[in-house]
């Protein structure tokens, strides 16, 4: 079955650096768009960025347009999310997502970031 298991949150400070991971089984990875989305406490759920099968195309929201990098690795199943300067407003649980054309069909549990000095 698919399974999508995030790592990598944690505590930092503003302005720090934090590299999520998000490892994939239990489907093809490498033939897939996957997405980063993102819930901050008490809102709603907000897209963070897509990556297309091939790691060509890519978008980003424009609140972490700038700071923000995804990346993926087929060989190894694994979707990135690397983030620079991080401000308050980026803590949020952040999730990855299987992607299709209709929307994302698979999560993962999430992982915890938060940025507070």
């Known amino acids: 079955q698919v399974q999508l298991v995030e790592s990598g949150g944690g505590l930092v400070q503003p302005g720090d650096s934090l590299k999520l991971s998000c490892a994939a089984s239990?489907?093809?990875?490498?033939?897939?768009?996957m997405s980063w989305v993102r819930q901050a406490p008490g809102k709603g759920l907000e897209w963070v960025s897509a990556?297309?099968?091939?790691?060509?195309?890519?978008t980003y929201a424009d609140s972490v347009k700038g700071r923000f990098t995804v990346s993926r690795d087929n060989a190894k199943n694994t979707l990135y999310l690397q983030m620079n300067s991080l401000k308050p407003e980026d803590a949020a649980v952040y999730y990855c997502?299987?992607?299709?054309?209709?929307?994302?069909?698979?999560w993962g549990k999430g992982t915890l970031v938060t940025v507070s000095s």
């Open positions: 239990g489907f093809t990875f490498s033939n897939y768009y």
């Open positions: 990556i297309d099968s091939e790691g060509s195309s890519i």
């Open positions: 997502a299987k992607t299709e054309e209709d929307g994302m069909d698979y």
